[in-house]
């Protein structure tokens, strides 16, 4: 009874006021083929100790074992023990979304620093307290530069990730809007030609990601001044902002948008993450979500308030910007944190680590005859390989010496069949990727010599 604390009178007193005789009824509306029937697979009962040792012995066979070589825009890495230290506060962790703004001055204060670090990092002149991830930031983006231009149609680069194309297509697919998809080049980056193809004087925006999916870094300088010169608005999505740290930030765009689940927040299965949307001051009454500014009290005193509030919990439908979540405040909190402890230089110190040591896999991987690296154009910590064989069973190798390979492109791409994204952060260590090197050049016949750079890059420190 802990964790089920009501009692079969409790629930039968329950059901008579709403007029039912058992639970069956409560959910009549169930289809029956859904309903489980019978009891789950589960051991027990067990008590609490055994349950505690239960659940030790799980974490011991997890993925904790494993080397993860997977990105696709949810990244692997080390999360500063005070970032989860901060969070469990109660001051932080029980303040949802302050709705009374003036009694959650804490919470206000962290996300005002969040919006801070988020145009410091775009090169932005504002941005929102957050919003729920990646994907709905980009699509909330979209529908932004929609209002903004007062057109209807949509160009949207094929690398941009897959899911937030599909969350893309699920919002503005009974809006009338036209979206339009343009491939690659040769070099993975967005082909020009077919750019120019595509836009006409009703494109609202063109959304480009970067690095994007393929792991290729685009040239925005050029993307923009063509986009710009149709009187369109250039959307840049990020699935890595740790790249922001090592490249020149996308300045040239009218939004910059994405994921900053990187900054101290766990894979954690998908979520929850925390999304960001940052954009040029005079575009702000357009922006969803809220956005804290600071101010004074009557006493002098510096003090935090909801400045915008644009979702239509707050104000009028028909005025509304969006209606989603505005606040993913204990996420937001945890990438304030996060930034904060590296500062600058350590933000910078470890995009470098990140970079270097995905240099150096892709190139040892390369050297497996057979595997290549289809695409020339500069990558930051992830990259595409052609694998040396068919890829889902070199996965299932690598997997056996306890290495998670990268991402099958297959699924995302069915013209990129034995292609794998492979991604290297901080927490794969040189034993690790020399050892993966050496699957590859098994899984191809041939074991060719380990390359040996004068200083491993994987042991430097993040500052």
Known sequence: MRYLPHSPQDRSEMLAAIGLHSKDELFAQIPESLKLRGDLKLPGPLSEPEIVEFFQAAAARSSREYVSLLGAGAYSHYRPVAVEALLARGEFFTAYTPYQAEIAQGTLQALFEF??????????????????????????????????????????????HPEYRQVLATYVGHQGTRVTEVPWSASGELDRRELEAAVNPETAAVIVQSPNFLGVMERMGEIAEFVHRNAALLIVA??????????????????VCGEAQSFGVPVAFGGPYVGFLATREKFIRQMPGR??????DTEGRRGFVLTLAAREQHIRREKATSNICTNQSLCALAATIYLCLLGEK???ALAEQNFSKAHYTARQLARAPGASLPFAAAFFNEFVVRAPGDAEALLAELQREKILGGVHLRRFYPELEDHLLVCVTETADRGALDRMARVYARWAGHSPALETPARDSTTAKAG
Do not use: F
């Not at 990020?238 to 939004?255: F, G, N, Y």
């Open 346 to 348: 350590g933000l910078k």
């Open 238 to 255: 990020i699935t890595e902002p740790l790249s922001l740290a090592l490249v020149k930030p996308p300045a040239e765009a009218d939004i």
């Open 115 to 160: 919006q801070t670090l988020i145009t410091q990092l775009t090169g932005m002149e504002a941005a929102n307290a957050s919003l729920y991830d990646g994907s709905t930031a980009t699509t909330e983006a979209a529908l932004m530069a929609m209002r903004l231009t007062r057109r209807n149609q949509l160009v949207v680069a094929r690398t941009v």
């Open 291 to 296: 956005l804290v500014g600071q101010t004074q």
